[in-house]
């Protein structure tokens, strides 16, 4: 059955989600694992892509959009991660209709009152759908 994680951090403001998206992609990465993340739409996905090029300086995360090539770490949206079930990471404020195919999910909720209360309902839907839930706050 599908693992769901939901990463909380205090901080608030643009981009605490996508870094925490880097840190357990990467983590992820270096246990061996391949990731899908998730984004609203392309222009998220490429706005990542970007991100991911820039920060942070002293690291390099091997990834590409879903749309143009294959590498470790994938970057989509929409309704269809092809081939990947292996980690899922969600930057988006539902949950994936295909979350289940993976081995792992993680949620990344920031400070911010709107991705808490999001979270919130996403974190009752794997709960009352029986899906093992854990949560880690990162400060």
Known sequence: MTEVTFYLSSKVGDGVRQALAWRIADKALKQGRLVYV?????????????????????????????????????????????????????????????????????????????ERQAGRQRFRFYRERGFPVTTHELG
Do not use: Y
């Not at 942070?56 to 269809?80: M, N, R, Y």
């Open 38 to 114: 998730h984004c609203q739409n392309e222009a998220h996905a490429r706005q990542l892509d970007h991100d991911f090029w820039q920060s942070p300086k002293t690291g390099f995360l091997p990834h590409a959009l879903h749309s143009e090539g294959q590498a470790p770490v994938i970057l989509g949206h929409g309704p269809d991660p092809g081939e990947h079930h292996d980690v899922l990471i969600n930057l988006t404020d539902q949950v994936p209709d295909f979350a289940s195919r993976f081995q792992r999910v993680a949620e990344m909720i920031s400070g911010a009152d709107n």
